[in-house]
């Protein structure tokens, strides 16, 4: 029987994670099966008991169970996963759970390696301070920003999310007024109800480039960048790199993200 993988969230059915773990099997030659779990809000460690005694060798953990996947790993975790209290994989073995958070370094390797932009000594501004946000910052921060600001619509969670790391500011959009970045990344999920951050007039610094998390789609956040003369990508390639993290973990090997990228830009 082949070895049993899902990605567990709240809604998940719309997820695109089994038809790219399917891509990433058939490319490397792994026999896997790769499905979607909705577990009820209130229901999580109870879904992923039930996947694991059914014979689960792994999971993606996406929206809004990332935290608690962290705990359910009771202090098994990788750094970069212990930074971000959030995970978004685990592996099992036998009694034992690991956990790992693969969207920072899908991030990093979307922007740098794929869309060719530079972290290093940029000045970033993060948006949002949920998992998502919470799980890039360590290796954005770590890719040696000149300056890193963490925005948020409450912007009491931006400030305690930015005391974590050293060198981080954090606020709410009204702080930004007067400032300008090169780097702009919105790990809100404003895209999803058709909605932008509420961004000051010259926040896009000339030749910036805008990232948003949110991806399939066309949002507004990505409008006004365009309107303000900014480059910009959806968080598609974010997708990919980081189910390629997962599929290496569990499986030993980093499939070629690039066919599988054109592939699903394409459908
Ligand atoms: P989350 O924990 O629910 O956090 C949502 C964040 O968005 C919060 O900071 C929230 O602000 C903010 N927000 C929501 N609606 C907003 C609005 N209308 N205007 C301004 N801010 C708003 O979600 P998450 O896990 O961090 O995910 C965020 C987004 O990233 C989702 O759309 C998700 O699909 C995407 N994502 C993509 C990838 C990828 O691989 N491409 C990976 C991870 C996540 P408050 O704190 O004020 O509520």
């Not at 993988?5 to 399917?22: D, E, L, M, T």
């Amino acid at each position: 029987m082949a070895d049993r993988y899902a990605v567990i969230g709240h809604p998940v059915a719309h997820s695109k994670s089994p038809w790219i773990h399917a891509a990433f099997a058939r490319q490397t030659g792994q026999d896997l099966d790769y499905g979607c779990i909705e577990a009820p809000i209130e229901g999580f460690a109870r879904a992923v008991d039930e996947f694991r005694a059914a014979g689960g060798r792994g999971a993606n953990v996406t929206l809004p169970f990332k935290e608690q996947a962290f705990s359910y790993c009771g202090g098994e975790a990788s750094a970069r996963a212990r930074a971000a209290a959030a995970v978004n994989t685990l592996r099992f073995e036998g009694a034992s759970v690991y956990g790992d958070n693969t969207d920072g370094v899908g991030l990093v390797i979307d922007l740098e390696r794929n869309l060719g932009r530079a972290i290093a000594g940029k000045r970033l501004l993060l948006m949002g301070a949920g998992g998502a946000a919470r799980g890039v910052l360590q290796p954005l921060l770590q890719r040696g920003p000149a300056v890193l600001r963490i925005a948020n619509r409450t912007a009491r969670r931006a400030e305690a999310l930015a005391r974590l790391f050293q060198d981080v500011k954090g606020g709410g959009f009204d702080d930004l007024a007067g400032g300008s970045y090169d780097l702009l990344i919105n790990a809100t999920s404003a895209g999803l109800a058709n909605e932008a951050p509420p961004l000051p007039g010259g926040i896009f610094a000339p030749g910036a480039f805008a990232y948003d998390m949110v991806y399939g789609r066309d949002t507004p956040f990505l409008a006004q960048a365009r309107d303000a003369g900014a480059a910009t990508s959806d968080g598609l390639g974010m997708l990919v790199e980081q189910a390629a993290e997962s599929f290496q973990l569990w499986r030993g090997k980093r499939p070629d993200t690039a066919p599988v990228l054109a592939a699903l830009r394409g459908r």
